[in-house]
């Protein structure tokens, strides 16, 4: 992390304000207690209203203000919203649509990723910025773009994208004779005898080859990686001594997050409990808010930043319901918690037109502060002091779930059962253990398995050879594995493995085979543990054989009555499990509980139903946080080594309270 003194900031567009109030905004920060602004992310036509006419007054001028206030700047490149003039020139830069229309002008992210002479212009442009702002001291980093591959259902589809797509599997496979042999062309006539004839995925009258549509999302998200990095090389090379960032949008799925993160110094996240509208509910469960936070810690294995943090009502045509008083202050708290060392508001006043006139900023359209500005300027003041104890430790978990955008690709293609999401499977585990206050780490492949006790990978669809021995290693040398329905199904090239009995190259590990399943359309089957039914199998069914594992729980319905549900392999010195169906809640709980036991999983503190609590990592101790998502008075009972530094053990509705435990 390169060190600074930003705790908090908000985003803040000067452009949208006339030039006498910006005194005003910055006066009102600094009595808030903020330390930096983030600004310039969308205000291309502004900095450069013609080719080569560049007007960085305007923004010089902000800047040497917000200074004077002692506010530090983060800048965005702000090549999310090419102006109209490009456009004009280059009308070929506007995106095109999987129904094969390009898109217009007149909102944002309109953009092919892959367009040349949009690239051009963003090398001219961000060369100008970087070098006009190097020497700028206030200028302490650069945020690149704005949520890259956000806006789009998916990438560009226009004849550029389509040769850069045949390029990339070029690339990959040499020859055409190879592409066909693994995508299986011979079906359907689709055998191409060379790679020019390869489509991007536009819609047509029906499916395409799933194998196809794996390679045009990975290849979509080496585009968002190149397209970055881009960036990355020219402000690095000009700005060596500033940071480079980026907001990513949790779960998010248009790019391999842990590859777009690889280069950056830190990531940055944009939180936004109340979501977009039209949202059910209208506030995201809160075991969700940490699970997106706890990925992005996982993306760098460090801490994050927050360069949007919800501070109003959202909404831009339908509206989101008001945060109720105190809940920002939690969200903030929760955002911390779970491992940023800085918060950005996103923004600082609602701005008074365009789409987002609705997306509500700390301030509000009459630019009086009110009730949220008051909140936040609290909320600063008393995280502030605990945000220097913690900064820049990351904690680790006994317990990891592994995130695979290839996993999640794949099951985008083909569902299965229509409400089957890799993301959601993933969250209904990670929310078992959140509900009980027990800390998860959330890793990728490349990640070391041996620092975790326990390590879930659900929905192993794609594998190899080596993907599996990773595993084995890991239980052999005494980890505890969990995988479930759907695994050691197909190669990675997204078709289905023929050698061996299903889980495919996984079947020695978990001990078991699995020769018949059933999807469960408008179906859910009782499971029990000896005689006790425990829950509902949901969504799939796996009929299991065991080799050498034991079952743990059964089917207790259906022509697989009695068959086992769960099992578990001893294998080296650890253990494999293989859950064969999607649980409901009350199955998981039975289920995890007697998995965790056997794992000696521990939590941090026991607490009621809707309080989180929550440690991060310090130099010479631990934070503790409680957080009351619940519209209740709650009481918490903290361990009497902790050493209370906010809050107090009666928790009021949104109410935090924070705790500090010296390494002795
Ligand atoms: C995103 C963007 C912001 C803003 C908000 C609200 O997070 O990064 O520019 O548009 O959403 O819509
Ligand atoms: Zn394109």
């Not at 390029?167 to 299986?184: D, P, V």
Request: aromatic residues 14%.
């Amino acid at each position: 992390m390169i060190e600074n003194n930003v705790f908090f900031g908000v985003d803040y567009y000067p452009e949208h304000w006339p030039r006498d109030r910006w005194d005003t905004d910055a006066i009102l920060m600094k009595e808030a207690g903020f330390d930096a602004v983030r600004m310039g992310e969308f205000s291309w036509a502004k900095m450069e209203p013609e080719l080569n006419h560049f007007c960085f007054e305007w923004l010089d001028d902000a800047i040497s203000i917000l200074k004077s206030y002692g506010l530090k700047v983060v800048l965005g490149t702000p090549t999310a919203a090419p102006p109209a003039w490009i456009i004009e020139g280059n009308p070929e830069i506007l995106p095109v649509n999987e129904l094969g229309i390009r898109m217009g002008f007149g909102g944002r992210h309109h953009v092919c990723m892959s367009n040349k002479s949009y690239r051009e212009h963003i090398i001219r442009f961000v060369n100008e910025i970087a070098e006009h702002y190097r020497d700028n001291d206030a200028v302490i980093g650069w945020q690149i773009d704005n949520e890259l591959g956000n806006s789009h259902k998916e990438l560009c589809m226009c004849e550029n994208c389509q040769s850069g797509f045949q390029e990339w599997l070029k690339n990959k496979y040499k020859t055409i004779q190879k592409l066909n042999e693994s995508y299986g062309t011979v079906f359907w006539s689709q055998t191409y005898s060379d790679f020019h004839q390869i489509p991007a995925p536009k819609v047509t009258p029906n499916s395409h080859n799933p194998s196809l549509l794996l390679d045009w999302k990975r290849f979509c998200s080496d585009l968002i990686i190149d397209f970055q990095q881009m960036q990355i090389d020219i402000i690095r090379s000009i700005c060596p001594d500033k940071f480079i960032t980026h907001n990513f949008m949790g779960f998010y799925d248009k790019s391999d997050y842990f590859n777009l993160a690889k280069n950056l110094d830190f990531v940055s996240h944009d939180q936004y409990p109340s979501g977009f509208w039209l949202e059910d509910p209208a506030v995201t469960p809160s075991s969700e808010l940490a699970a997106n936070l706890d990925f992005i810690e996982g993306l760098k294995d460090k801490p994050f930043w927050i360069l949007e943090q919800q501070a109003g009502p959202t909404g831009w045509e339908i509206m989101g319901k008001t945060p109720r008083p105190g809940q920002l202050r939690l969200w903030t708290a929760q955002s911390i918690a779970h491992g940023a060392d800085a918060v950005f508001y996103f923004r600082w006043r609602t701005c008074l037109f365009g789409t987002e006139q609705y997306w509500h900023g700390i301030l509000p359209h009459s630019g009086i502060p009110g009730r949220r500005y008051d909140e936040i300027k609290k909320t600063i003041s008393e995280l502030h002091p605990v945000m220097q104890k913690i900064r820049g430790v990351k904690n680790r978990s006994d317990v990891a779930i592994l995130f695979s955008y290839d996993q999640n690709w794949a099951f985008q293609i083909q569902p299965h059962h229509p409400d089957l999401n890799y993301t959601k499977q993933l969250i209904k585990y990670y929310a078992y253990f959140y509900e009980r206050n027990i800390p998860v780490d959330f890793i990728s492949y490349e990640s070391d398995f041996s620092e975790y006790r326990l390590l879930i990978a659900p929905l192993q669809f794609l594998s190899d050879e080596d993907i599996a021995l990773k595993f084995k290693t890991y239980v052999k040398n005494g980890g505890n594995l969990i995988m479930t329905m759907r695994t050691g199904v197909k190669d990675e090239n997204n078709v289905c493995f023929s050698e061996s009995q299903l889980p495919g190259p996984f079947s020695e590990l978990l001990g078991i085979e699995i020769l018949d399943y059933d999807c469960f359309l408008k179906l859910s089957v009782q499971v029990t543990i000896g005689d006790k039914i425990l829950g509902k199998a949901q969504k799939w069914c796996d009929i299991i054989n065991l080799n050498f594992a034991k079952a743990i729980a059964f089917y207790d319905e259906e022509f697989y009555k009695g068959t086992p549900a769960v099992t578990v392999n001893a294998y080296g010195k650890g253990d494999a499990y293989y859950i064969g169906f999607e649980p409901d809640e009350r199955l998981m709980n039975g289920i995890m509980d007697i998995i965790s036991t056997n794992c000696h999983i521990e939590p941090i503190l026991k607490s009621q139903k809707g309080v989180e609590i929550v440690q991060r990592v310090a130099a010479d101790g631990k934070c503790y946080f409680a957080l009351n998502h619940s519209d209740k008075a709650v009481r918490i009972m903290p361990n009497t080594e902790w050493k209370r530094i906010l809050g107090s053990d009666v928790l009021d509705p949104y109410d935090i309270a924070v705790f500090y435990e010296s390494i002795k």
